[in-house]
């Protein structure tokens, strides 16, 4: 089944402690995209890449990083979290332009 | 996203015609897209139009772009208990990276 998988659903942790978002697509799809959603604002790009080794900054990058050293895979990293970043966190990939993305079940993370 | 504007809630009876409405900013988009959002659920791509498309019609959805005023609607026919679900309108640029930039959301209730 073509799927954008991200792992773990649910995550609480502590303040300043590293952690690791696991994005990974089956379909093949050049662009990735880290999304998060919170009440009132509705969706915001916080990194996107367009392919292998290319990664931009997106609307609300402070305080991430990512990285894409493979097709399928588009990790969010927080080095020191803090509770701003507690939000519902999507990822998504897409074809090409005009294709639209194809977003994963998203991650609810809890900084306390 | 700011330039993205939608109305918060709408509340439907079953059985009528849904319209939920989305006004942007920036005229150089190149295309603009529905989402749909179920509780606790990733966002499902509904609909898309071109720029250069005034209308396009998919079963019962029915997407209307006014490029002068900037003004993109969703039409749903015949509401039914499973549209309930928040939707989404996003742009995207016009520069071939898929950089979304979506809307705050529209919260459909459906009355029966």
């Known amino acids: 089944e073509a799927q954008v998988t991200q792992n773990p659903r649910y995550l609480i942790t502590v303040t300043g402690k590293k952690l690791t978002v696991t994005c990974s697509q089956n379909?093949?799809?050049?662009?990735m995209s880290w999304y998060r959603q919170d009440p009132g604002l509705g969706l915001r790009q916080i990194y996107y890449s367009m392919n292998v080794e290319v990664t931009d900054k997106g609307d609300v990058p402070e305080g991430y990083k990512v990285s894409r050293k493979e097709k399928r895979n588009f990790p969010l990293i927080l080095e020191s979290p803090s509770p701003n970043q507690t939000s519902l966190y999507f990822c998504?990939?897409?074809?090409?332009?005009?294709?639209?993305?194809?977003f994963g079940s998203g991650t609810r993370l809890t900084v306390v | 996203g700011e330039d993205v504007e939608q109305s918060l809630f709408l509340s439907v009876r079953e059985g009528d015609s849904s319209v939920i409405n989305c006004t942007y900013t920036?005229?150089?988009?190149?295309?603009l897209y529905w989402y749909k959002q179920e509780p606790g659920a990733g966002l499902q791509l509904l609909t898309y139009i071109f720029s250069n498309m005034d209308m396009k019609q998919d079963q019962r959805l029915t997407v209307l772009l006014n490029k002068k005023d900037k003004h993109l609607s969703l039409r749903i026919a015949d509401t039914q208990t499973g549209d309930s679900a928040i939707y989404f309108c996003?742009?995207?640029?016009?520069?071939?990276?898929?950089?979304?930039?979506f809307g705050t959301g529209t919260r459909l209730t459906i009355i029966p």
């Open positions: 996003a742009r995207g640029a016009n520069f071939g990276n898929e950089k979304l930039t």
């Open positions: 998504a990939s897409s074809l090409e332009q005009g294709y639209g993305y194809t």
């Open positions: 379909m093949n799809h050049e662009y």
């Open positions: 920036d005229s150089s988009s190149t295309y």
